[in-house]
């Protein structure tokens, strides 16, 4: 593998910054995000193969502009529409919902 996902070892990307006494979530949003992985896995929407692969279809830009657990939100949301449990009008109308709310 030699994508942006396969960086270990990799010199020059900037420093490390450690956060001192780091939350394991740092917005609610991923706490939710977090705790949708064990039912969409449970119903058999991916096994852990896929997700990573999944996260891995995720461009460059995208893939190093977001969060870890943006890169969870973007594989649940391609897997389940690959599957067939939402369809892409569905997402986008719930992602315009969102928006609209926090609006």
């Known amino acids: 593998m030699n994508g942006v996902h396969d960086l270990?070892?990799?010199?020059?990307?900037g420093p490390i910054v450690v956060e001192e006494n780091e939350p394991v979530f740092h917005a609610e949003w991923e706490r939710r995000v977090f705790?949708?992985?064990?039912?969409?896995?449970?119903?058999g929407y991916f096994n852990i193969d896929e997700l990573r692969h999944?996260?891995?279809?995720?461009?460059?830009?995208?893939?190093?502009?977001?969060?870890?657990?943006?890169?969870?939100?973007?594989?649940?949301?391609?897997?389940?529409?690959?599957?067939?449990?939402?369809?892409?009008?569905?997402?986008?109308?719930?992602?315009?919902e969102i928006a609209q709310g926090a609006a």
């Open 35 to 43: 705790g949708m992985f064990l039912p969409i896995f449970a119903c």
């Open 54 to 96: 999944a996260i891995e279809k995720m461009g460059a830009p995208a893939y190093l502009n977001t969060s870890y657990y943006e890169h969870w939100l973007h594989a649940y949301e391609t897997l389940l529409v690959e599957k067939g449990a939402i369809t892409a009008q569905e997402l986008a109308a719930r992602r315009a």
């Open 8 to 13: 270990g070892g990799m010199d020059g990307m």
